[in-house]
């Protein structure tokens, strides 16, 4: 009875863990200041919406890793109206290997402007993610449940394929409020607050 009490009380601690999206270079210091206040993984973009590699991510990556963080991502904020979606991932993929930062996962973000042709959105993300493929590196989608049926058409064919980083700032670290679309039945990570100051950086919050 009692061990079962504690197991249950334990558990959930374990699992859940918090960490950090940033969009600007990130000291190895800050990132020291982040892990001891208790982020454990880190997202940094690698690729902005404006069509270029984001220049900051390779060092922002190795600063991390170097203070302690064991799961680091990177996202790529593809440019539609920049087409040629191959060379998108192509363009931060060959960046990051040169510079040898080391990446777990790239997340593809699903927000901001595509076409009002969901078909065309959904074949330009299926080009992403052939490359990516091709490439031997994993992916992931980030997107809200509002900008995954304004731009993909709540299509499920990804569900399957990906796993899925979903915004909602409810200032909430639970999955509690999360409604099935796009066929995920189970988010990976939660967005739930951004623009926070901490440690001298500028960040959103995601719970996992
Ligand atoms: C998309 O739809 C909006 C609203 O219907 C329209 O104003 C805009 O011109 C359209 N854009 C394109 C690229 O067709
Ligand atoms: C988070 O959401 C859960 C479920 O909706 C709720 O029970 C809890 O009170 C919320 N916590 C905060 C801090 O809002
Ligand atoms: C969106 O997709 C989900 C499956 O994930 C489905 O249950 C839901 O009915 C769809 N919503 C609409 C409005 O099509």
């Not at 404006?50 to 064991?70: L, M």
């Amino acid at each position: 009875m009692f061990v079962e009490i504690v197991l249950i009380s334990i558990v959930p601690t374990i699992l859940a863990t918090i960490g950090i999206d940033v969009s600007q270079r990130v000291s190895q210091d800050q990132f020291r200041c982040l892990n001891d206040n208790g982020y454990t993984f880190a997202i940094v973009r690698a690729y902005r919406s404006v069509g270029v590699v984001d220049s900051n991510s390779a060092q922002t990556i190795k600063n991390a890793r170097a203070a302690g963080f064991t799961r680091v991502d990177a996202y790529l904020f593809p440019c539609f109206p920049c087409g040629d979606a191959p060379q998108q991932v192509i363009e931060v993929i060959d960046y990051l290997r040169e510079e040898r930062a080391e990446i777990d996962r790239l997340w593809l973000n699903i927000e901001g402007r595509w076409n009002n042709n969901t078909e065309i959105n959904i074949e330009f993300l299926d080009e992403l993610i052939k490359q990516i493929t091709d490439l031997g590196v994993k992916f992931g989608i980030y997107t809200s449940r509002y900008q995954w049926f304004s731009i993909m058409n709540n299509v499920t064919k990804f569900s399957t394929q990906s796993p899925l980083w979903y915004v909602h700032y409810d200032n909430n670290q639970s999955f509690r409020d999360f409604q099935v679309f796009g066929g995920w039945m189970q988010p990976s990570i939660k967005q739930f607050i951004a623009d926070v100051k901490e440690c001298g950086v500028v960040l959103d919050k995601n719970f996992s």
